[in-house]
């Protein structure tokens, strides 16, 4: 973006400058946010010609990302940051607080460092639900309940997740991509976790003492996604110290959590009361199961295999 000084400046030392200046000044005061501001300030002529500078600079950036194209793209003075219009010592400055997609780029990063099983798969970087076979009727359920859940999904609200089973290669991950990508574009950081590969994963950080830190990154993303849930080996620990815990933290700070499985909430709860070393734990796997339940709309997902 041109600065603000050169371009004042240029337009100082070119033909007609009163009439540019003054054609800039009502564009300026024609932002609704700058009519809001100098009326909740309540601030003369004199005090708004002083102003024009921040004005302008403030009225020519992009606000809530609408004229970037990406956050690579983005056209303000600071990238990553948008412009807030202030009083500080009776004159008007600007404060800049990072916009919605540097926030959401920076939670994205803060999550990778801690969880290695956070992934986007390659086929599903662009999904939309729009792109989803819609060939019966459990397809069309499942992508409606997607799509409310989406549209109903506001930071600090109650918004029930979705536990989508059904077979293999349905398109159940596909759907937590257009899901993702869905949210992305509300500015929403949303995490997926692969759960074979986070139960390995949990299981070698006991060597470097990292399992605290990957808990508390996957127990505070503000959507978490866990795909494929029962394919793993389970095991007590995993089940109840750290599956658990995710989710009790979840349920009692009203945190969504989505999943995806091969097997419906019955199946689910047998394989969780089996543990890999062959016990028999129906009230510890009824007790996750409870916890699953009041999270999540069970939502069944069918269809022909689509890897095949």
């Given at each position: ?208 003492q990292s399992t605290g830190a990957k ?94």
């Amino acid at each position: 973006m041109k600065k603000i000084n050169e371009a004042l400046g240029n337009m100082k030392t070119s033909p007609g400058f009163n009439e540019q200046y003054e054609q800039t000044k009502q564009e300026v005061l024609a932002d609704k946010t700058v009519q809001a501001f100098i009326k909740k300030q309540q601030l003369g002529e004199k005090e708004v010609t002083r102003a024009m500078v921040k004005l302008y600079e403030y009225v020519s950036q992009s606000h809530r990302c609408e004229r970037c194209p990406s956050l690579d793209g983005c056209i303000n003075v600071m990238d990553g940051f948008e412009p807030e219009l202030v009083m500080r010592y009776q004159a008007v400055e600007l404060d800049y607080k990072r916009c919605p997609r540097k926030v959401r780029d920076d939670e994205m990063k803060h999550l990778r460092r801690h969880v290695k099983s956070l992934y986007m798969p390659g086929d599903v970087l662009k999904a939309t639900f729009a792109q989803v076979e819609l060939d019966n009727r459990s397809r069309l359920s499942a992508v409606s309940a997607a799509k409310d859940f989406v549209d109903g999904y506001e930071p600090g609200g109650t918004t029930k997740g979705l536990y989508i089973h059904g077979k293999f290669g349905v398109g159940k991950s596909f759907l937590f991509g257009a899901i993702a990508n869905e949210l992305a574009e509300k500015h929403i950081a949303s995490m997926i976790v692969y759960f074979p590969e986070f139960v390995r994963e949990m299981k070698q950080s006991l060597n470097d003492q990292s399992t605290g830190a990957k808990v508390e990154a996957v127990k505070s993303a503000p959507v978490l996604m866990i795909d494929d849930i029962g394919a793993e080996t389970m095991s007590s620990w995993i089940r109840d110290d750290i599956l658990g815990t995710i989710l009790q933290h979840r349920m009692l700070e009203g945190l969504p959590v989505l999943f995806t499985s091969n097997f419906n909430y019955d199946e689910l709860e047998h394989h969780l009361t089996h543990s890999q070393r062959g016990e028999s734990e129906a009230l510890k796997a009824a007790r996750i199961m409870e916890r699953i339940k009041f999270l999540t709309v069970p939502v069944e997902m069918a269809g022909v295999n689509r890897r095949q």
